[in-house]
């Protein structure tokens, strides 16, 4: 069965000290993986979406990369507002509908 | 923007209670979906839809029903609440398949 995994369950960094987060996924042949990033209180805001191996994202603090079994999401020199729950979903090419599988995601806090 | 919005934002019902939560989009996407979060796991797929009159089940559809009369808008129905239903529900839409899809801010629902 596709299954993701995201790791650390939880991250705490001091402001500036970069890190990163770690989608590993199992689907029969990938459509696309995206990153989300969810406040408190909030739906999930999208980030990135990466549909092949070798394929990178950059916004700002974040950077996502993609390999055949996993994606990593960079976090360079965090600041407190970066502290949230990044989610990681993945669709399988074999999806008809669109399907998202969803990890448990990374809850990231950032102290000043 | 609005994007996509959920009604209503809080509610509590009794178990054996019925009601529908309203999702409303925005965008003129073809796609929509209802999710629910639970704590310790990912999002989950209750129900979709590929456009005006049509509907899917997803992952855990038991105990839900759904309907998309308007293209821009998804119902999600519960007929006869129980306590496991407990949750927050979230409705997101997409362009196309393999395009992110954009949540709502929820509807935090609690059955006693």
């Known amino acids: 069965e596709d299954q993701v995994t995201q790791s650390p369950e939880a991250l705490r960094l001091q402001e500036g000290e970069s890190s990163s987060l770690n989608c590993s996924y199992t689907?029969?042949?990938?459509?696309?993986l995206f990153w989300y990033r969810q406040d408190p209180g909030k739906g999930p805001e999208f980030l990135f979406t990466?549909?092949?191996a070798g394929e990178e994202k950059e916004k700002e603090r974040l950077k996502a990369t993609l390999t055949k079994k996993e994606s990593f999401l960079h976090i360079t020199a965090p600041k407190p507002e970066d502290s949230a729950t990044y989610l990681c979903?993945?669709?399988?090419?074999?999806?008809?509908?669109?399907?998202?599988?969803f990890g448990r995601g990374t809850q990231l806090t950032v102290w000043p | 923007n609005a994007g996509v919005t959920q009604t209503p934002k809080f509610r509590v019902l009794k178990t054996g209670q019925s009601m529908t939560l309203l999702c409303a989009q925005d965008m003129n996407h073809e796609y929509m979906y209802w999710y629910r979060q639970d704590p310790g796991m990912g999002l989950r797929l209750i129900h979709y839809?590929?456009?005006?009159?049509?509907?899917a089940k997803g992952e855990v559809p038991d105990g839900y029903n759904v309907s998309r009369l308007k293209k821009q808008n998804f119902l999600l129905g519960l007929e006869s609440a129980a306590p496991s239903q407990t949750s927050v529900y979230f409705c997101?839409?997409?362009?196309?398949?393999?395009?992110?899809?954009?949540f709502g801010d929820g509807t935090r629902l609690s059955i006693l």
């Open positions: 990466l549909y092949s």
């Open positions: 689907v029969s042949g990938l459509r696309g």
């Open positions: 997101a839409s997409s362009s196309a398949l393999n395009q992110p899809q954009h």
């Open positions: 979903a993945v669709q399988a090419r074999g999806s008809t509908l669109g399907r998202l599988y």
């Open positions: 839809s590929v456009g005006e009159g049509t509907t």
